[in-house]
């Protein structure tokens, strides 16, 4: 009997707290919770709650106006402790498929009226009476609209007038001013030329002043009362000229250019540029062919170090008695009177190549060996490169 009347209090507690719970779940603003189970809920919640059960996580989304939406994770720790989270959204994302949890979103629950709205009947349309529009002709033109109407229109300018006049003039200045400007430059041209003239003449006029000088050493150089050897060098001025000969050796070289005190050189490293001159070598009478006579030094085997070296003596040794640098215009001029000159070789030069790794003077030596031997009266000239045997002047 105990139990029977404790069931039916039971009971009564329950439907009285019943629509308590309603309207709770619901909301008093009219607004209720559609619950969608097994479904999560992406983006950020602006609060987490934990130890909640879903129907206390809806009545938190209902009381918060900020709520749009809520996300309650089903607890499933230890026994006897709650590890449920309630989550609410005042924006989300896309649901997705999720074991764990449920979600709610926040609905209005007031439904909108179903009652069509009382049609108004429009009055019938009342037809206004338009009034009349009559024509009314226009007023006569006063004297002011008359004269204006009289006056006559500008006077269109007659042909040849000045602007007839300043087209004509446009051709006539154009052309004026080609003629001036063609003018300036053949004037241009005509200076140019004149300057270009006279720069020919100065270099004739020195190369005829060497010409003149190297025919000068010749006749210097020559035995009194004798004329030169026919097929042999001419000799220049010397202190013996019956001991020694002089051949005059055209050279063109690429390599580094070093003054001294007595007379240029050049070395072995290349100077990146071309230089032209010419060198008077000495070949003593007593020279024996093909040799080329030079003094004699004790040096280290293998090696440049030189521990002693004969002096030099042009009645002996080959020597070099000049050596200068010259223009191209002056080298040529030079060369055309050696041409000039020879005998057994007209209109002919000989171009020497050496081999490989070898010294300036040497080439110089050797040019002129192969020339005097030769009896060749005609230019000579040497090929003075660094590193490949090539010949670089004509």
């Known amino acids: 009997m105990r139990n029977f009347s404790f069931a039916l209090a039971a009971a009564a507690l329950i439907l009285a707290s019943a629509p308590n719970n309603a309207a709770l779940a619901q909301g008093s603003s009219g607004e209720r919770i559609d619950k969608v189970s097994n479904q999560r809920l992406a983006g950020s919640a602006f609060a987490s709650l934990t130890g909640l059960s879903y129907q206390q996580c809806e009545r938190r989304c209902l009381a918060d106006p900020q709520c749009k939406a809520l996300e309650h994770v089903r607890g499933g720790g230890t026994p006897g402790k709650s590890t449920s989270r309630c989550r609410l959204f005042s924006s989300f994302g896309a649901a997705q498929a999720s074991q764990g949890s449920d979600i709610g979103y926040k609905r209005s629950t007031v439904a909108k009226s179903k009652v069509a709205p009382p049609v108004v009947k429009s009055a019938p349309p009342v037809a206004r009476s338009e009034p009349k529009v009559t024509s009314v002709p226009p007023p006569p033109p006063t004297s002011i609209q008359q004269r204006k109407i009289l006056v006559p229109p500008p006077p269109v300018p007659a042909p040849g007038g000045p602007a007839m006049e300043q087209e004509r003039r446009g051709p006539a200045v154009e052309e004026g001013a080609r003629r001036q400007s063609s003018e300036r430059a053949t004037q241009s041209t005509r200076e140019m030329e004149r300057r270009a003239a006279a720069q020919e003449s100065a270099r004739r006029e020195a190369a005829e002043r060497a010409a003149q000088s190297e025919r000068a050493t010749r006749r210097v150089g020559s035995p009194p009362g004798?004329?030169?050897?026919?097929?042999?060098?001419?000799?220049?001025?010397?202190?013996?000229?019956?001991?020694?000969?002089?051949?005059?050796?055209?050279?063109?070289?690429?390599?580094?250019?070093?003054?001294?005190?007595?007379?240029?050189?050049?070395?072995?490293?290349?100077?990146?540029?071309?230089?032209?001159?010419?060198?008077?070598?000495?070949?003593?009478?007593?020279?024996?062919?093909?040799?080329?006579?030079?003094?004699?030094?004790?040096?280290?085997?293998?090696?440049?170090?030189?521990?002693?070296?004969?002096?030099?003596?042009?009645?002996?040794?080959?020597?070099?008695?000049?050596?200068?640098?010259?223009?191209?215009?002056?080298?040529?001029?030079?060369?055309?009177?050696?041409?000039?000159?020879?005998?057994?070789?007209?209109?002919?030069?000989?171009?020497?190549?050496?081999?490989?790794?070898?010294?300036?003077?040497?080439?110089?030596?050797?040019?002129?060996?192969?020339?005097?031997?030769?009896?060749?009266?005609?230019?000579?000239?040497?090929s003075t490169s660094r590193r490949s045997p090539r010949t670089i002047w004509p």
């Not at 000799?235 to 000229?241: I, K, N, R, V």
């Not at 223009?327 to 007209?346: I, N």
Request: hydrophobic share 35%; proline share 8%; net charge positive.
């Open 226 to 382: 004798s004329s030169p050897k026919p097929d042999l060098p001419v000799g220049s001025a010397a202190p013996a000229p019956t001991e020694w000969d002089v051949v005059p050796v055209f050279f063109g070289t690429d390599r580094s250019r070093r003054d001294q005190a007595k007379r240029i050189a050049y070395g072995s490293d290349r100077g990146h540029k071309l230089e032209v001159g010419r060198a008077l070598v000495t070949v003593p009478k007593a020279h024996q062919v093909p040799n080329v006579e030079r003094p004699w030094a004790l040096k280290i085997p293998y090696t440049s170090i030189i521990l002693y070296q004969e002096a030099e003596d042009p009645k002996k040794h080959f020597t070099i008695q000049e050596l200068r640098a010259l223009s191209k215009e002056d080298l040529l001029a030079l060369v055309r009177d050696r041409l000039r000159g020879s005998r057994s070789f007209q209109d002919q030069a000989l171009v020497f190549v050496h081999g490989y790794n070898n010294g300036f003077d040497d080439a110089l030596y050797r040019t002129a060996q192969i020339a005097y031997d030769l009896k060749w009266s005609a230019a000579s000239t040497p």
